[in-house]
Every structure is written in C-alpha cells, then in structure tokens.
C-alpha cells in the first residue's frame, strides 16, 4: 500500500460523528490485559509443541527460531534432519515468569541424541545461589570435524529439552525460545589443539564519562554497544540484555557496577546482582555475581580467550566458547530480594566493555551459516555496535527496554512526502465540514 493509501486509511479509521452516534450506549467492558512478559521473544519464531516421545517430535529447521513451553519436571522432543557436513548448535532459553518460585537446583538441560538415543551432546543451566526467576539458556551441539568420532552421519537427530525443579519451586509452565544454528564445514582441516597460552591477566577496566544505553530484555532486542563505558538503570527482578561484536582474535571483557541505594536497611542480599556472556549460539560462557548491602559493589568476568576456531577443542569453558566471532551477549540481571531491603526504586547501574586485539582473518568455511553472517562481524555490526541499535526484528519500542523510540509512526507517515500530507489535511476538512454541518442541523 502506498503512503498516500496508508494515511487515506488511517483517517478514515478514525471514528466521525456517525461512528459517534451508532456507538452510543453501554461501553463494553474492555479485555483483561496479559502480564508482560520479561522477555522479548522473537518476532519470527515460529509456535510449536514438543513432543512427548521422539515418534511425534515435530521437525526444526537450521537457521529458525521457536517458541514453546515446558511444564515442571517436563521432557519434551524435537527432530533435525542433519547432513554430514554441517555443526549445528541448539539453544533452549526458559523463562520463567516473574513471580515464579525457583529454587537452586531448578533450571533447564538439552541433549542432542542420534537414532539410538546415544548423546551427541548435552548442556545445562540453572538459577543457583541467586535462586532468582529469570531468563536461563542451555546449549548442544552436534559437531562434525577431525576429532568428532560420534553423530558424524547424515539422519535423524533429537532434540530433547528437560526441564528440572526442586521441591520448593512452583509449578506453572514457563515458556521457551529454541533456536537452531548450522556452522559450516571448513576448507581445510584446522588445528584441534586448542591455545595453550594466551594473556589471561586481569583487563584494566575502561575508564572515562558513561553513555547511557537502556538494555533489551532478551537475546533478540538486546542493546549494541562497543567498548566503553554504558549507563542504565535497572529494576530489582529485571533482566537486561546487550550484545557486543567480537571478531576473531580479539578478546572481549566486562564489568557491572551496581550503585548505591538511597536509605534501604543495609541487610546483606546475597548474589543480588548476576552477570552472564554468551556466545553468538548462545551459549554461556561465563557469569559472576556479587552480594549487595546498599554500597557500590562490582561483578566482573574472568579473563577470557581471544576468539580463534581451534578454542572449540578445549576442555575449558571459557576457552571452548570463544570458538567463533560475531555477537556476543551480556546479561544482567537484579534479584527482587533486593526490592524488599532497598525499595523498588530503580538502580544505576554501570557496564564497562572492553574489545582488546585486532581483528584476525577467520576460518575458510565451505558454504553458508545459517543464518547467514552468524560467525563474522560486519561493517553493518560495527555501525550498529556505534548506534545503540537493537535487532530490528524484535521491534520492541515501548521504553521498557530496547526497541525504537515512539517517533517511528510519525517516520511513516512523513515516508509518503508532502501527498500524504495534503491528503491527510484534504480528508481531516473533510470531517470537520460534515461535523459542523451535523451540529448545526441538530440545532435547527
């Protein structure tokens, strides 16, 4: 539809006098409003059900995103269709809801397994000492390469996604992204000896005035931000996500500052505020987390290993997902205990990102990641990383973090040039004629 037809039918939903008089009466009562959720899943993702047993698993596609749910103490299946060439990687993010009760042990594990259940791999993450209701992700993968001796064949593979509760934690559904990604093969057989040194002193922390930057509240709206020094606020139960380009051979540190509260009763809230990385698939690598009694208080990242191909074949996770460039994503997240010592007022709260090295020629891969440009950064990344954007297909913009800012309407209308403008003036006349026309009947 073109602009002019777009601000022709914006107009004329506009209710006039008519619309007024027919409408007339008992207003209906309006529709009850669904609890937000505390995290933006994908525009795109595509709703599916996992499957009790691997005979009904419904297929996922490398490239894709999904969106599901798992009961308490579910276990849900999911099916590939893999050749042998390609790595692929899954991913399964649960959120639970915000007011959820998890307990330590709680969380969620997936498992890629072949045809006679044998395990490809498997990957878990649970809430642990923060014992704190947020957005959690666990990772497989199935890889194909000189020192994989398992799931090397073309065929059917299973996804299967559990989830494990304590005692002491509620029993609603939480709701779940799964994401699939495919690596492809390399031109040549790369090393599989993994680094054995590299600099692992403790980065000095960049310094100098903050920008502000408001964080996103999932992997798929989370904030571009190069290095530097970030500004936000943050809410006690919140989780806030950020996402920075890191290429090969370079090596990509962090820090939270959390700043001090104002009154509060200087009780002590122990893993109050949590910091995790992960990977572009995903995959955490690292996290920390520091207690919190109304001071200042810091959680900062181990020293990490620059980005290189070969770190995939260490048995370090801090090394092994350093294993490929492109968007690596911070998390934050702020207990709610701390709501009931200091208030729920927002806190500051302070990033300090550093991308050390330059940027290093990668892999010769043989074909296409899906999807495309996973494991590279782009001039586009770059640009986007200086911006502040998020990923546009999220398209939050509702300032309760990330998304666009409310003017983007208004960019629409003014896309149409000066027609639609004279249009949209032309029609609202119009209206305003045959008001005044009505009004003065009704008078006679």
């Not at 809230?269 to 995959?283: E, G, Q």
């Not at 987390?289 to 191909?309: E, H, I, M, N, W």
Request: proline content about 7%; charged content about 20%.
């Amino acid at each position: 539809m073109s602009a002019v037809g777009a601000a022709l039918c914006a107009v004329m939903a506009f209710p006039g006098p008519a619309a007024a008089e027919v409408t007339a009466g008992p207003t209906a009562a309006p529709a009850p409003t669904a609890s937000p959720s505390p995290y933006a899943f994908a525009e795109q993702a595509v709703p599916v059900d996992g499957a009790q047993n691997s005979m009904d698993s419904v297929r996922l596609t490398p490239g894709s995103t999904y969106k599901s749910s798992l009961a308490r103490g579910g276990k849900l299946y999911y099916q590939l269709q893999l050749d042998a060439r390609e790595t692929v990687y899954v991913s399964a993010t649960a959120v639970p809801g915000l007011d959820a009760k998890v307990a330590y042990g709680d969380g969620v594990e997936v498992s890629l397994q072949d045809t006679n259940g044998n395990n490809c791999n498997s990957g878990n993450a649970r809430f642990g000492t923060s014992q704190s209701p947020r957005p959690i992700s666990a990772w497989a993968v199935r890889a194909v390469g000189p020192a994989e001796n398992r799931c090397k064949v073309a065929g059917t593979y299973y996804v299967v996604v559990e989830r494990n509760s304590d005692p002491g934690s509620s029993a609603e559904t939480w709701d779940t992204e799964l994401r699939v990604v495919s690596e492809p093969g390399v031109a040549k057989s790369a090393s599989t000896t993994p680094p054995e040194a590299w600099n692992s002193a403790s980065p000095t922390p960049p310094g100098g005035a903050r920008e502000e930057r408001r964080g996103g509240t999932g992997f798929n709206d989370a904030r571009a931000l190069r290095a530097g020094v970030w500004g936000d606020r943050i809410k006690p139960g919140q989780t806030l996500f950020y996402r920075v380009p890191v290429d090969w051979g370079q090596q990509i540190s962090a820090s939270a500052e959390l700043g001090s509260a104002r009154g509060g009763r200087g009780e002590y809230v122990t893993s109050a505020l949590v910091m995790s990385l992960a990977n572009p698939v995903r995959a955490r690598i690292d996290d920390a987390d520091t207690a919190y009694d109304g001071q200042q208080k810091t959680a900062s990242l181990r020293p990490l290993a620059p980005v290189a191909y070969e770190n995939r074949y260490s048995p370090v996770d801090g090394v092994a997902g350093t294993r490929f460039a492109g968007w690596y994503y911070l998390s934050v997240h702020l207990n709610p205990q701390v709501a009931r010592q200091f208030g729920k007022t927002p806190l500051d709260l302070l990033l300090r990102v550093n991308v050390d090295g330059a940027a290093k020629e990668g892999p010769a891969y043989v074909g296409t990641a899906r999807p495309a440009d996973e494991f590279s950064v782009t001039g586009e990344d770059e640009d986007a990383a200086v911006r502040g954007d998020t990923d546009a297909a999220a398209g939050s913009g509702d300032g309760s973090g990330g998304g666009n800012s409310g003017g983007d309407g208004m960019k629409v209308v003014a896309a149409g040039g000066f027609g639609a403008g004279a249009v949209l003036l032309t029609v609202l006349g119009v209206w305003t004629l045959i008001g005044r026309r009505r009004a003065a009947g009704r008078a006679r």
